[in-house]
T-cell receptor, first 114, second 113 residues
Framework: AQSVAQPEDQVNVAEGNPLTVKCTYSVSGNPYLFWYVQYPNRGLQFLLKYITGDNLVKGSYGFEAEFNKSQTSFHLKKPSALVSDSALYFCAVRDRNRDDKIIFGKGTRLHILP | GAGVSQSPRYKVAKRGQDVALRCDPISGHVSLFWYQQALGQGPEFLTYFQNEAQLDKSGLPSDRFFAERPEGSVSTLKIQRTQQEDSAVYLC???????????FGPGTRLTVL
């Protein structure tokens, strides 16, 4: 069965510092991987996705994520955090060999401290 | 351009009432998905449509939940005889095709008293 783990409920980072939000996944086949961000009282906004090719994926707002097949990870990163990056971040996976359901992690709340 | 819209944004229902939640997908998007997001959790899949066809409803938690998309555009999620455990945010998403990026609406927050 597909699953996604976000081991940190909350991550605190000082403004200007690099940030990492962790994600590991489990699928039986090859994965499609996604990151979404959710601001208060708003729906999920797409940040980036990995389909195939380069393991480093660049997305919106300066975020990037690195697909690591051996570690089954897809950590979200940004070189320099902004206070406005404070939000709830969700990692998600779809098994490209199975069906079309996207499985989401529980989410990680990111606090950027001014 | 217009994104996915959902109405109402907030709904309070007494236990036992029926509710209907509406989703307007992005124009031209063939696929439409419904998710349930409980407090402090990630979205959980409920069902999806390809045009007007409901291809998977395995995530619907009980037969009190029913979804339709009769003309392949607007979709309605109906919950009959609501229970307190139905309280959640219901998210709708649409995509061009089945495996394309899904774009989400703002959600409907349902509170069952």
């Amino acid at each position: 069965a597909q699953s996604v783990a976000q081991p940190e409920d909350q991550v605190n980072v000082a403004e200007g510092n690099p940030l990492t939000v962790k994600c590991t996944y489990s699928v039986s086949g090859n994965p499609y991987l996604f990151w979404y961000v959710q601001y208060p009282n708003r729906g999920l906004q797409f940040l980036l996705k990995y389909i195939t090719g380069d393991n480093l994926v660049k997305g919106s707002y300066g975020f990037e994520a690195e697909f690591n097949k051996s570690q089954t990870s897809f950590h979200l990163k940004k070189p320099s955090a902004l206070v406005s990056d404070s939000a709830l971040y969700f990692c998600a996976v779809r098994d490209r060999n199975r069906d079309d359901k996207i499985i989401f992690g529980k989410g990680t709340r990111l606090h950027i401290l001014p | 351009g217009a994104g996915v819209s959902q109405s109402p944004r907030y709904k309070v229902a007494k236990r036992g009432q029926d509710v209907a939640l509406r989703c307007d997908p992005i124009s031209g998007h063939v696929s439409l998905f419904w998710y349930q997001q409980a407090l402090g959790q990630g979205p959980e899949f409920l069902t999806y449509f390809q045009n007007e066809a409901q291809l998977d409803k395995s995530g619907l938690p009980s037969d009190r939940f029913f979804a339709e998309r009769p003309e392949g555009s607007v979709s309605t999620l109906k919950i009959q005889r609501t229970q307190q455990e139905d309280s959640a945010v219901y998210l709708c998403a649409s995509s061009l095709g089945l495996t394309d990026t899904q774009y989400f609406g703002p959600g409907t927050r349902l509170t069952v008293l």
